[in-house]
């Protein structure tokens, strides 16, 4: 039985709180019985470890914008709520470096860096930005958006993280420098675990410099011809920032939007450029839906079927050739399973598809969509959010290289699985 | 040497001749000693016994022989390392992977490239520059070293300023994991499911495992690539010029600098002919596509000459660019030609803290009186102090030493790194806990005993103290290989 008292206790220096669970609290239909809310890294470290002493399972929460997305934890006693941490530790405009508590809302430290014309290159989704996503929790969840096509994902701009372990060990790898290649890269493996391994509490990231000018280029057609036309924006000289493409369930076309950044008169060649490859036109402003995880848009443009909150939301991986296989799969299984399939992301090879349908149907879309690479080292579909009864019906996670090596890293940092137990691959 | 690892060798030493037969397996102790260090040379060890893996089945079978007899193994590519990463264990199996050379894929269509471990950096640009691609980590031995050897030690180079570093650039890779086990991880596709293994394996320096194939990004070839040299009469001008490129929103390929010491070991070994009277030299490279690296190469232009340059060199075509590089590429094998011996340092500061570090350097090397010679990657802070000695003068081995120790304190004091690109290997691992707490080496040592229990793979490096993984169940353990690393054969 969880002694709250003596959780409160650990928070004493610490200055933040212990309290009880509501309804709110579940995680994913999973509820919890209490949250503590400490304010500092050492505080983290307290609670953590009075937590795990007394045998309870521990779930860290961001703002909790994704906090469904991954498997649901096979219990949840305390929630960490990580809001309390939410201090910019440092920002080093010159050295394009900022390090910030897990807590701070991405939003906020963007904020902060545009101040001295930078930013950190993680698109988030727009509504996940507008609900105070964490850097924990877009850390936690391995985000990438548009620009991952020039600028990698959040695991390409993590400097260094800091994490607390169940036993409430408190562990930084990494530094603040943007190279460093001293101990193991622990951030990268933090980022995109689901809190499986630990309570991150800090992290520092590589900025960039926003460039000051930018044009979109949009173009639409059939789906392989999209996707052959996006590649051809890929493979040009023209260093696109972002080559998205978004196809609406039901639909037989898709568009293809491309970004292009830098400077001034420069910036206007290039889009030239890029629509006389496409066929499309040059427009200031993004489309719609950019950015936005499929079936959602900020306006009623994005085609019949918004599944905005709904649907069974799943992130596809592919080669650069393997996304046109990918769209025309989308469409077979919609005609296959009588179900919804929109699909959206980038032409590099990440794409965020939702499937509406029933339980049955959704899973064999998804296996469908499987499919559509001839092996899982070419493309793999995971399952982030669906319902109780989608995730009975299939495998969630698909095949997964290495998953031995991944059990045993959970063996040795969480060995009496006291965070987040069975929210990530093969059960871990 | 214990009579139980000596034993053990024997033993592993017979099943490898049984197993990959005796051309593939070198005991003769001679032919052995060409391995005895990489390009680390003040380390050596001869290594017990040598295996020319052919593929990945033999490199699966002899750590399976190591496994079973709990006998260490040390991959080795090229060995072009500095750091000793690479330094062979006396009592243990070294892995030679260089004769796995071919590029087994170049799929210039999907921009990746599937190539054995022993394929040489630059051979796989030549191999898809063709097709307008080319492998972007470029470290300055990229005309020998590995691509294995890169992803063991996550190499950048002149260029990773705006490309990144290896660990950017794979995608999947086969490890044979310290079991001997075949895993295959990650793929052509971007972020496989599960935890980021790729980027624990990246740079842990054959720590966790030995890597048999690698898939890696392939980059587009820009559409124009322009280069600078220009000349300052202080280190403080160019690192001025340096801040105001940053600042002006510019990432340049590269920015690299040279103090007035290295330019002129550069001239008399390479005679690049930079400008007379320079304190400092910058060679700035920009690429992308034309439009803006016109506008931008004029921006910088005009910040180098606000900065203070007297002299802008811009190469007029690919021999002159080839001029202006050569200065720079060749600096750390010039310093030969004005010092008898050298230490490479390879730490990181704040690019911010660049002039106030350079003159603390200085002040170092004038105390001790010992010369100290600065190139660097002033783009992202990475420097490489050249600490120059003549190990023929009684003390100067030791001076040196000192002064190189104390740039990597300085380093740590402004919140950087002992190790930029080179890796800690056999000879920063008595730095790491200057950077990084017990707790914090605790914890990068938990996940290494996830893939090596037993803590065979590549003992003695990165880590000053070994952690002993815990015993498993119904095995018997012989002396802990880590507990003697060969020391007695370092000299």
């Not at chain 1, 929790?137 to 695991?155: C, E, F, M, N, Y």
């Amino acid at each position: 039985m969880a002694d709250l008292q003596r959780l409160a206790e650990t928070l004493e220096q610490d200055g933040g709180g212990v309290r009880d669970a509501g309804p709110a609290d579940a995680v994913d239909g999973v509820p919890a019985l209490a949250v503590a809310r400490p304010t500092s890294a050492d505080g983290v470290a307290a609670v953590l470890r009075e937590a795990t002493a007394q045998g309870l399972v521990t779930v860290a929460r961001g703002a909790g914008t994704a906090l469904d997305w991954g498997a649901p934890p096979e219990r949840v006693d305390l929630i960490l709520d990580t809001t309390g941490l939410d201090r910019l530790v440092e920002h080093g405009a010159g050295d394009l470096v900022v390090v910030s508590e897990a807590g701070l809302p991405i939003a906020a430290l963007s904020e902060t860096v545009r101040g001295a014309a930078q930013e950190l290159v993680l698109d988030l989704p727009p509504d996940r930005l507008a609900g105070d996503s964490t850097v924990g929790g877009a850390l936690s969840t391995g985000v990438s958006g548009p620009r991952r096509l020039q600028r990698g994902g959040i695991r390409d701009l993590v400097l260094g993280a800091t994490v607390v372990l169940a036993d409430g060990t408190t562990a930084s790898s990494g530094g603040k420098v943007v190279k460093n290649v001293a101990g193991y890269d622990l951030a990268k493996l933090l980022t995109g675990a689901y809190g499986t391994l630990g309570v991150v509490v800090r992290a520092a990231f590589r900025l960039h410099p926003a460039r000051p000018d930018r044009a979109f280029v949009l173009a639409t057609g059939p789906l392989a011809d999209v996707a052959a036309r996006a590649r051809d924006v890929v493979a040009s000289q023209l260093a696109p920032a972002a080559v998205e493409i978004d196809r609406p369930a039901g639909s037989d076309v898709a568009e293809v939007a491309v970004l292009l950044e830098g400077t001034g008169g420069a910036v206007g060649q290039r889009a030239a450029a890029a629509a006389a490859l496409l066929s499309g036109r040059v427009q200031d402003g993004p489309p719609t839906w950019w950015a936005a995880l499929p079936g959602v848009s900020t306006s009623s443009t994005d085609g019949g079927s918004s599944t905005s909150g709904g649907g069974t939301h799943a992130k596809a991986t592919a080669t650069l050739t393997g996304v046109a296989g990918l769209l025309t799969a989308a469409r077979d299984a919609e005609q296959r399973y009588g179900v919804g399939v929109a699909l959206r992301g980038s032409a590099a090879g990440v794409l965020h598809a939702v499937v509406t349908g029933t339980p049955e149907a959704t899973a064999s879309a998804i296996g469908h969509l499987r499919g559509a690479a001839t092996s899982p080292r070419e493309g793999t579909v995971t399952v982030l959010r669906a319902s109780r009864e989608v995730r009975a019906a299939l495998d969630v996670w698909g095949p997964v290289g290495g998953l031995d090596l991944m059990r045993a890293i959970k063996r040795q940092l969480d060995p009496g699985r006291n965070v987040a137990p069975g929210r990530f691959v093969g059960g871990i | 040497m214990s009579g139980n690892e000596a034993a053990a060798l024997d033993v592993v030493i017979g099943e490898l001749v049984d197993e990959l037969g005796p051309e593939r397996v070198i005991t003769d102790r001679q032919r052995r000693r060409t391995y005895e260090c990489d390009g680390l040379a003040a380390y050596r060890v001869v290594p017990g016994v040598v295996v020319l893996a052919q593929g990945p089945d033999d490199v699966a079978t002899a750590v399976r022989a190591c496994a079973r007899h709990s006998v260490p193994f040390v991959a080795r590519g090229s060995g072009t390392g500095l750091s000793g990463g690479a330094l062979p264990h006396s009592e243990g199996v070294l892995v030679v992977m260089s004769q796995m050379r071919s590029v087994r894929d170049a799929d210039v269509v999907n921009q990746r490239a599937v190539v054995d471990p022993g394929v040489i950096n630059l051979q796989l640009t030549a191999a898809t520059s063709p097709d307008g691609y080319y492998f972007a980590p470029d470290p300055s031995s990229q005309s020998i070293c590995s691509i294995g050897g890169n992803v063991a030690e996550n190499s950048g180079g002149a260029h990773c300023l705006k490309y990144g570093f290896t660990t950017n650039h794979v995608t999947g890779v086969d490890l044979v994991t310290a079991a001997g086990e075949q895993v295959e991880i990650g793929g052509k596709a971007p972020d496989p499911p599960g935890y980021d293994l790729l980027g624990a394996l990246v740079g842990s320096e054959g720590t966790l495992g030995i890597v048999t194939s690698a898939t890696v990004r392939l980059t587009r070839l820009p559409q124009e690539v322009r280069t600078l040299l220009a000349a300052f009469r202080t280190m403080d001008d160019a690192g001025a010029a340096t801040s105001a490129i940053i600042a002006a929103g510019v990432i340049p390929a590269a920015i690299e600098m040279m103090d007035a010491l290295a330019i002129e070991a550069a001239e008399a070994a390479v005679h690049c002919n930079y400008p007379a009277g320079a304190g400092a030299v910058l060679v700035v490279e920009l690429d992308g596509p034309s439009p803006d690296v016109a506008g931008e190469f004029d921006d910088v232009v005009r910040l180098c000459e606000q900065a203070g340059s007297f002299e802008v060199r811009v190469a007029a075509d690919d021999d002159e660019r080839a001029l202006i590089w050569k200065g720079r590429k060749s600096a750390f094998a010039a310093v030969g030609r004005i010092s008898p011996d050298y230490i490479v340092q390879d730490g990181v500061i704040p690019r911010t803290a660049l002039p106030l570090v350079l003159r603390q350097i200085a002040a170092l090397g004038e105390s001790a009186g010992v010369r100290v010679a600065n190139v660097f990657h002033a783009g992202d802070g990475n420097l490489h102090p050249l600490v120059l000695f003549d190990g023929s003068v009684e003390g100067a081995v030791d001076r040196a030493e000192e002064v190189a120790g104390g740039i990597l304190d300085l380093c740590l004091e402004h919140g950087g790194s002992i190790t930029g690109e080179h890796g800690v290997g056999a000879d920063k691992a008595k730095h790491m806990p200057r950077m990084f707490t017990a707790d914090d080496l605790e914890t990068m040592q938990a996940v290494r005993c996830a893939f090596d229990p037993e803590g065979i793979a590549n003992p003695g490096k990165v880590f000053p103290t070994p952690r002993l993984c815990g015993e498993q169940p119904g095995r018997h353990h012989g002396a802990h290989p880590l507990a003697e690393s060969g020391v007695a054969e370092i000299f």
